[in-house]
T-cell receptor, first 109, second 115 residues
Framework: DAKTTQPNSMESNEEEPVHLPCNHS???????IHWYRQLPSQGPEYVIH???SNVNNRMASLAIAEDRKSSTLILHRATLRDAAVYYC??????????FGKGTRLSVIA | DAGVIQSPRHEVTEMGQEVTLRCKPI?????LFWYRQTMMRGLELLIY????????DSGMPEDRFSAKMPNASFSTLKIQPSEPRDSAVYFC???FGQGANEKLFFGSGTQLSVL
């Protein structure tokens, strides 16, 4: 699997936007970029995914660089309930999700 | 739909005992995944099934671990005999397919403590 690199931790103020970066310089043309998050004491939860174009859903937006070597998960207005570990994962073909260490997001009231 | 259902939520057992973890995937999903999470190793994929057939079990730690999927609505992960180092949270997940475009839905996990 192609690897991703994420900061270990980030901090945000409540009600402000959060940009979570992910580098994936060895991404292949068939790799989808997936984001999952894991709230404390819960299982991972799907957030968003995309291939080439930017994506929006009710939870977040995904901005994908033109060369696809990096992407950014955008939470438009962080709340205390968004405090979690966020995982950026590449997936292609029929390969399963392989989790890295992710970014631990803290939200300050 | 109730989502992926795992049981039990918590299991405390003594070393050497057999442990069976259970998972009911979302109805209509045909791929099922078992993961294990520890502080040291993070989230690890143990095994996954497609259409009830095991596809890749290379993540299963050793022969003490076994998993079955007798039908589309039920899977078990068994540890026999259990050891303290098996203590972890075990997650089951399911998806509509195994393609790269598919989303996985996770259960709430089983917290296993082996004393």
């Amino acid at each position: 699997d192609a690897k991703t690199t994420q900061p270990n931790s980030m901090e945000s103020n409540e009600e402000e936007p959060v940009h979570l970066p992910c580098n994936h310089s060895t991404i292949s043309g068939t790799d989808y970029i997936h984001w999952y998050r894991q709230l404390p004491s819960q299982g991972p939860e799907y957030v968003i995914h995309g291939l080439t174009s930017n994506v929006n859903n009710r939870m977040a937006s995904l901005a994908i660089a033109e060369d696809r070597k990096s992407s950014t998960l955008i939470l438009h207005r962080a709340t205390l309930r968004d405090a979690a570990v966020y995982y950026c994962i590449l997936r292609s073909g029929n390969t399963p999700l392989v989790f890295g260490k992710g970014t631990r997001l803290s939200v300050i009231a | 739909d109730a989502g992926v259902i795992q049981s039990p939520r918590h299991e405390v057992t003594e070393m050497g005992q057999e442990v069976t973890l259970r998972c009911k995937p979302i109805s209509g999903h045909n791929s099922l995944f078992w993961y294990r999470q520890t502080m040291m190793r993070g989230l690890e994929l143990l095994i996954y099934f497609n259409n009830n057939v095991p596809i890749d079990d290379s993540g299963m730690p050793e022969d003490r671990f076994s998993a079955k999927m007798p039908n589309a609505s039920f899977s078990t992960l068994k540890i026999q005999p259990s050891e303290p180092r098996d203590s972890a949270v075990y997650f089951c997940a399911s998806s509509f397919g195994q393609g790269a475009n598919e989303k996985l839905f996770f259960g709430s996990g089983t917290q296993l403590s082996v004393l």
